[in-house]
């Protein structure tokens, strides 16, 4: 479903990051950086992912002196069982609130659902959020640390941080043009160490079905960039959309998972992953060059694995999903 | 947040249930009814609940002879971690999906993400599911029941089925119209055997709000219907909306987790629970009895405990939410 916006502007955004991503070639770009631990001053891994995304939520209001009550909605998604890093966030903020849930993809769902209530004029402002905490995922998805299983190298290390995109129906420098909403694919893989693969699909599939609609070429863009697929998941989408659409991006594509690590000297595998990864490089990186007019018309199309570790136990493959979001510079 | 809506309804639905609400005294409403176990022929519950959420679409589109490309939007949330049941439900339908989570309160999410979605303009036709089963929550949420360990009196019962709602633009006998998204509450409590206390603010919090932003007195309905408090839960609401606004429902209200089974003789405890809940009363029950004109205007409030094993294994208290929307009798 392909949808052009006519009043939805794009009004900040506030960017947190952990120690890895502060040691990455984007941490000037990020608006609060932590170097420390993984903790944060909080005692589990849990409560330090809702620390970040409160620091996303007041850094955003600081940053803009706007106050909660100037926000219509609150729009929030993460990684963990039953969302609970936004849930005991929004706890203290007094926002009507959504929860949403696209494994990686989040930030982009919130992005344009955010979208529409501001579309249909029934909101003026909407917060959209997300967070990702490597230690947390490990725990959840993979093996706790202290086992030391050894990784295959197509493997993702998931991003920490969180960020902060405050949507608004007055006019800035920046637009979210139009989107599109993806459906769930299935290839049949089944590899939870090969995100990257299962992604691939889901990200060519709504790139040509969004040029297609829109009918534009993939030059119209001055960047497409996909979430988090990796330096495998990346040469994987290239030749799908070669293959089946005969759409070449060679010349403006970058994926955000290859571009937050600098993948030769930190030990993150295949790139970086999670929500906020993407989070991170478009909204601390990519919307400071928009600004600056670097970029001006780029298609963010946020990825994700919805891997469920009791299907994966049960022999089913991973289901995925990616949305693609045209972001123009306005003035 | 209170929203008017001009132009959304609801076009038909379809309900599926399991063997204990086959049971119950609703059981006729209901266009579908497994009766003889829990697993619907599958292998695995998780399954058998992906299952029960295909019956809940190919229900609704052979009921209303609708075809997959004639639904713009596919929105469902359910129970399991990371949304398994809809993600896994979503991956064999052609159409764009959003996955949601409110806990038992997905239902009320996902039907007012799908009229603004209708509203905006820019959707047609919206299909909102959501599910739950019994034993995957007994699993996730609680003990095996292989343990036997004994339930207090105050402890729910998951709803085991699946519902599909399909929103349309065009004018139907019945309207959405309006609702009120709720914000996240937490009063301080940590039992989870106990949550019609936790959800009981969040549904009193909404229904206020909702009354102040349309003017109206509680009277106005003819039934206001939360999702799944349950015996006690029912009367901790009363008690909040009497002291915190002296606003007096007992007369028009009723609560979906005491009407879905027979209390006396089923063995639910405080009620039944899960986001099917409301789901089936509402959509099964309550909306044939719209058609029959019983009931012009209900305000209907499912509630959400959003319970984290992990956060309450922290010592956290639980947060919750509640949405309250209101359908009115068009023709």
Redesign the interface.
Known sequence: ?T?KYNNVYIEDTYTVCGNYESDGPLAKYFDKKHEKDLYFGE??F??AEVKLLKEAVEGILNKTNIKEEDI??LIS?DL?????AS??M??D???????????CATSG?GLL?GS??I??K??KRVLVTTSSHNMVSEKQFRNPTEYGAPKHKTATFTTTGSVAVLLTNQKSKIKIESST??????LGIADPNHMGAVMAPAAGEVIAKHLKDTKRKASYYDLILTGDLGIYGKNILKEYLMTNYNIDISDNYNDCGTMIFDLDHQPVLAGGSGPVCSGLVIFGYIYKEMLKRKYKKILIVPTGA??????TF?K?TI?S?ANAISLEVEI
């Open positions: 479903m949808t005692k589990t849990e409560k219509d909605l998604g963990q069982n039953q969302i609970a849930d005991y929004a706890r903020y007094n926002i009507p609130f959504l929860g949403i849930f696209e494994a769902e659902i529409t209530f579309e249909s029934k909101s909403i993806g459906k769930v694919m299935d919805i891997f469920s570790p009791t299907f049960q089913e289901p999903i």
